[in-house]
Every structure is written in C-alpha cells, then in structure tokens.
C-alpha cells in the first residue's frame, strides 16, 4: 500500500531540518504549519459570515503566508472549506488537496487542484499529506489528514464523528507529535427527523482517539458555538476534555486562535 513507504519521522530528515516545523492554531478547526521555506494550511476559515456572532473566535488572516503554499481541505462544508481563505493563502499559486471524489469551488486561478484519495501520501513541497479516513456526521465525504514535516508529524481530525478506523490510523503512521482533533460533540437540527445523537467527537472520544493514535498531546479544536438553536454543544467541552484526560494520561494542550503550540518534550 502506498502510505506504507511513508518515513517515519525524521528518518531521513537532515539534523537541519529535524523539529524545523511550527503548528499555529487558526480560527475554528484551521491550523497553520509553518517550515522555514514553506507553508500548509488545514481547513483555514476567515469569513466571519459562516459562523456570525456564535462563534467567538479571534479570525486569524492567511494572507501572509511564507514560502511555498498549500491548503489541505477535510470536506467542504462551509466552515472547513471557506474559499475565501483559499483564495487568500493561495493567490500567488500552491495547491489545493482535498478528497477524491468532491470538486471544491471556486478554485483561485493560480492554484493546483489535487484531488486525494485514502491512503495516498500527497507531496507538497516539504510536507507529505495522508488523507485517511474520517466521518461526517450528516454522512458526506470526509477525510482526516496526517502530516509529515520538519521532524514532526500531525493528526487533523476535521469534525470527524467516532469511527472505527482509529486503530489502523494509529498503527500505520502513529505515534504523533499532536493530534488535532473536534471535541464539541454537537447535535444538529437542520435535517429531519433530528437524530439528538452527537455528529462530531465527544471530549470523552476525542480522548479515546488521541490514546490509539498514539499520540503525544491533544490539541482541542472545533468548539466554541454558543447561541444557535440548531447547532448546540456539549456543555463544557474543556472541562470535560480535562476530565477524561485525566483518566486516560493523555496531555492536552489548549492552544487559543493566534497561538503557537508548544511541541512535547
């Protein structure tokens, strides 16, 4: 299979390069992956629309990004593909992956579709992007990325539900630096009849994940939606991340919009 021949993590990476690699967390669910020479962006969101006034959320801009530029996509759903911030992170060129199968638009002019299907290392540039398998909560086309770079290698969950792809995840590309996962564990009202089962990971199973991958710190992501009669959140989904990890060792690291993740010794 084709993620197999993926190098582990820095095996063949030059003392130079071994830990050259930043994750800045990005509004909602985006973060940003910074190498010296170079720049990848998951599910970035700028659109202060998508959302409105219930998710408080510091907007952090994409446009300013280094180097080479590529942006990774879950799905698209609003709030995870935002063209707009496509646009703004690949004006200049870069590429844009995304699941096999979906056709995100508008694409910017300048950009490279990559269409990715399951299990298929993509190279962009200095990154090596994985999509593996995810699921949406309504049922539609999603993926989960694992990212190699600069020494460093990353889960991003999307707002993937529980599934039962964890273990072979873990076991075919784990452990992990971090893994970035939804913890809001909402319900949805927009598609009857309402099911009032969660549609993204819980804390508890955002904890329960983060322990089979392997990996070394949990960064919470996707939370924070307050007010909305159709999209409601567990009620303190920090705390109750907390609390579960507590019980399953696992570091958790709350990294607010803007901020820098402090990578575990």
Not at 28 to 49: C, F, K, M, S
Not at 168 to 192: K, S
Request: charged fraction near 15%; charge should be neutral.
């Amino acid at each position: 299979m084709a993620a197999a021949a993926l190098v582990p993590v820095g095996a063949a990476a030059s003392p130079a390069a071994l830990r050259s690699l930043r994750a800045q967390r990005l509004a909602w669910a985006g973060v940003r992956l910074q190498l010296p020479e170079g720049t990848l962006l998951i599910d970035p969101l700028v659109n202060p629309a998508t959302w409105g006034k219930a998710l408080p959320d510091r907007l952090v801009p994409v446009n300013d990004v280094l180097g080479e530029s590529h942006v990774l996509i879950t799905h698209i759903h609003s709030d995870h593909f935002d063209a707009g911030a496509v646009a703004a992170a690949l004006g200049k060129g870069g590429s844009l992956a995304y699941p096999a199968g979906l056709q995100p638009m508008p694409l910017p002019a300048a950009a490279r579709a990559r269409p990715s299907a399951l299990w298929e290392p993509q190279l962009l540039g200095d990154f090596t992007a994985t999509p593996v398998p995810a699921s949406d909560g309504y049922g539609d086309t999603q993926v989960s990325w694992v990212v190699t770079a600069g020494g460093r290698r990353i889960f991003h969950g999307g707002d993937t539900q529980w599934h039962g792809h964890w273990w072979r995840i873990g076991r075919q590309f784990g452990p992990f630096d971090a893994a970035f996962l939804p913890i809001n564990g909402a319900t949805f009202g927009w598609r009857e009849p309402v099911s009032g089962q969660p549609g993204v990971l819980t804390p508890e199973q955002a904890v329960a994940a983060a322990a089979i991958l392997g990996a070394r710190t949990l960064v919470p992501i996707h939370y924070g939606i307050n007010g909305m009669d159709k999209y409601v959140e567990v009620d303190d989904p920090l705390g109750r991340l907390r609390h579960a990890a507590r019980d399953r060792t696992v570091a958790v690291q709350v990294v607010e919009p803007g901020a820098w993740l402090i990578w575990p010794t």
